[in-house]
């Protein structure tokens, strides 16, 4: 009796064993195929390649990223896409900074970027694929990437946090109808545009503005600083562009009206190409004041503008908030709390400055005089 009872439980113990090694055998097969932390099967790794393929040649491009914190972590990933118009030095500054502090938070966060690589029409495509594929959080960078959002993500409930918009209200992202939208605004005050201008310039009589008509963002920025002009009864002109190839004629029309000094805004297009603008300025000996440091590493002399890596800061930090729990609703749109003051002694020494040093005092090189950057340092 005892034997056949010993001969049983021998039976039921080898009969376990051998499920749990077929359980598990099929649960890592299962794993080597599918999901972000496994290696994907040849051929599940082939369409996945076509599909990436095929969806970056039919609207902009796109990369993901996982931010997990470790093995920790349980439970799905929480999905934010970061959405862009284009690649230059501001907006790009933003997404990473996004990224970084998304990635540094130790939650369990999915991120896919997204970059319309300067075709605006493309932005509603991208934003209808990043809605059918499912997220759970969108972070739209600039204001018309804002705008689309929020027509794609009309009546959904998905948390839209946008990046460096400077007329939230203006551009409709307030409101009844944006209970489910909040962000960080890049909004400068008109009077520290001019204060910055005759700061280095107190004999300037005219002020030159030059602006892409199409970004309301821009628009907005330049019509406030107008109408401080108009109040102090200061002198200025303006141009507007319709795309980049009017830029040099813009500001070649600008110098020839007789400014001073130039200045341009948090615009998208002119900052992708100040290699144009500030070639032209410069053989006039006119200077360029911006909106951005970012822009001043790429060419222009002065700002007290934004900087974008304390926008980026503020903007992971609302959708931080939101991930535990906060609605969009019981966060109001941020402005930033301080503003950046940099000035490029290259760029100066281009246009031949001959500005007093009492005249730098408060404000931070961001590029020596031999060209040296201290950008993102």
Known sequence: MKKNISILLTALFLAASLSACSQTSASETAAS??????????????????????????AGSSETSAAASGSAQTGEPYRVSIVQPMSHTSL?????????????????????????????????????NVRSQGTDLVIPIATSTA??????????????????????????????????ITGVSNNIPAAEIVKLIFNFQPDCETIGFLYTSSETNSVSTINAAK???????????EAAIANLSELQTAAESLIADGVDALYTGNDNAIASAMATYTDTAYAAGIPIYCGADSMVADGGFATVGVNYVQLGEQVADMALKIM??????????ETLSNYA??????????????????AYEGYEVLVEADGTSHFNQ
């Open 92 to 128: 790009d500054q933003i997404r990473d900074t996004i990224i970084a502090s998304l990635e540094a938070s130790g939650k369990n966060i999915e991120i896919t970027t997204e970059n319309a690589n300067n075709d605006t029409s493309a932005l509603a495509t991208i934003l209808n």
């Open 33 to 58: 195929g599918t999901g972000n932390s496994g290696t994907e099967a040849p051929g599940a790794a082939a369409e996945n390649n076509a599909a990436a393929e095929n969806e970056e040649n039919t």
């Open 147 to 180: 705008q689309s959002a929020k027509t794609v993500f009309d009546g959904d409930s998905t948390p839209i946090v946008f990046a460096a918009v400077s007329d939230p209200a203006a551009a409709g992202l307030t409101g009844d109808d944006c209970q489910n």
């Open 324 to 333: 535990d729990g906060a609605a969009p609703s019981e966060l109001p749109y």
């Open 341 to 358: 003051q940099y000035v490029n002694l290259q760029a100066a020494g281009r246009f031949g400055a001959d500005f007093p040093e009492s």
């Open 227 to 237: 109408a401080y002009c108009d109040e102090a009864g200061i002198a200025y002109e």
